[in-house]
């Protein structure tokens, strides 16, 4: 498998992905939580269209959790140590700890904006993360898992890094993208990773959905198997002091991955001292002073993940969504082994959701290339909605997509406005001018659709079309299920918007203008069976597209005045109202108000 299929039926490999890392090991006791993250932000520009897909497609994901019941833990937030932050903040002439202040609140705001809604905000420049790295630094240190050495070498200055045989092109050369080329000599601080290829070897082999899709986990196999030296993990104060201080050396900060991939823990509970408590070992020191700590590295029992407080291991391990970029070596490497060395145990490893990237003529939408899209300037102008339902739409997980602003406008379009805007304004018109807002069944739905899947033909054309809404209704909605728990938000959608095309069709084919007109038991009763149904989808369609269209799905809500004692609450959509017919004989439906008037036209 490459990528994505849409779900259309379910199959025993669609039930076995289900198997998601969050879902593990679930304690007897309590409910686990699923606990989702994205990546952590750079704070050296400002958030572009890519960041805030990222952003949504976690928020969607996390909001599906919470629409099946689950209690739901949402972490994102920004990277704001390191050399590019420290230089942008030097080029605008402002402190380090001034400039991210600044850029974190555009993340927040975009956040905000687009209706992202999480549950812990991670800022690595806060004391809560920075003692976690720090203890966790120290730890590793006394365990002889960190160690001191000198490197000599060519270093690329913009990638901030020690470059190798490996990174030259065929002609012998370092290529362009590693910009600026030095000999540098330097002492530093390596964390011992190579002794650990062969446990992520394993550990891969065991997993078949370690990494999601599964292309992107044999991608990360073949870079494992190329693993050769330790990891860098600091750097000297006089070069980078922009960083958080190692416990054990004051002339060196930690550098890049230890500082940002611990964020994932730092803010959801994790203690490095819990496995020395439960020890009875001295607690690790977050002292600055290295002479406290003695030079001689002791053997120290790695953390104990059992010891961990309750709050955390109720919500670990996490489902990590990431874009490509930084799955080898970030986090298919350096951070599933960091975990391993502290003590965290196979099934306890978070599962990597593996994004593609937003591209705009045909290269990666970034601020080094220069093509970025400003999200806040494309809300502004067609809608948060209108741009969470273009990121979840026109992009399959996992691929890249080329981001036109020209396909935003047709897909709010054609599905927003043309499918479920409209079907929501025609059908209330026609509840209000036929039967004065009320709803009345008048048909027995079980039975008639229980035909209708035998293949038995009903009495009249519109009968067996409002049959055959309320079964692609249901259908539907299971197949809805397996997509999203694939994590195919766009084949989800897909899932909703077959229902709202069912329902412009049942109209088409009822022409309830027609049935209002005669005035004969059969047709009235049959007008009856076609407004419910029609309303009825509308209430199925609202809470399907509640994770990605959360302001339009309480829209239709309130127009079908239904469920307002919940009004502009998330616990109003729950995915067990799904099941057909939950709109009470005699419910009054609202006047219909625009929700997603067309962009072409109105603009
Ligand atoms: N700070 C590091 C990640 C540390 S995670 C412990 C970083 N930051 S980033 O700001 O450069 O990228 C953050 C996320 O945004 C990454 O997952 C990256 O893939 C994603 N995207 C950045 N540009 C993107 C696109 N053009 N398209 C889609 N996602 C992209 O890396």
Known sequence: MTGWKPVFRRTRQARRLLYCGSLGSVSAQMPKTFFITTAIYYTNSSPHVGHAYEMVLADVIARYHRLKGEKVFFLTGVDQHGQKVQQSAAKAGVPPAEFVKGISQKFVDLAKKLDVQYDDWAETISDRHKKVVR?????????????????????SVRQEQFLTD???????????????IEFREEENYYFRLSQHKD????????????????????????????????????????????????????????????????????FAGYDPNAGAVATGLRPVSTDRSSESLGTAHRAVATTDFDAQ???????????????????????????????HAIGFPDDQMPQLLVHGWWNLGGAKMSKSAGNI???FVLAGRYGAEALRFYLMNDITLGRDSEFGEDRLVMHHDIYLANSFGNLLNRTLNMIQKYREGRLAPSIDFRKIVAMHEQGLEAESVEMNGVANLASVAGRQAILYRDNFDLFAANYAL??????AVCGNSLVEVSSPWKLAKDMSDESQCTLDAVLYALAECLRIIAILISPVLPKAAHGIFDQLNWKMELSAKEERFSLADVEWGRLPDGHVVGKPVPLFPRIETSG
């Open 199 to 266: 446990w992520l070897l394993r550990y891969l082999e065991n997993r078949a959905d370690a990494v999601v899709p599964d292309f992107r986990q044999t991608e990360l196999r073949n870079a494992v198997e190329k693993i050769s030296g330790d990891l860098c993990i600091s750097r000297p104060k006089s070069r980078l002091d922009w960083g958080i201080e190692l416990p054990f050396d004051k002339d060196f900060v930690t550098y890049v991955w230890f500082d940002a991939l611990t964020n994932y823990i730092s």
């Open 373 to 375: 899209i400003d999200p």
């Open 135 to 155: 203890g966790i630094l120290q730890r590793l240190f006394e365990e002889g898992k960190i160690y001191k050495d000198k490197q000599a070498g060519y270093y």
């Open 494 to 499: 897909h899932n909703a918007i077959e229902i």
């Open 166 to 180: 490996k990174e030259r092109g065929p002609d012998g050369e370092f290529g362009p993208e590693w910009g600026e």
């Open 309 to 339: 407080p309750q709050e955390f291991r109720n919500k670990w391990p996490a489902l990590q969504v990431i874009g490509k970029d930084i799955l080898v070596p970030a986090h298919g490497i350096y951070w599933l082994i960091m975990l």
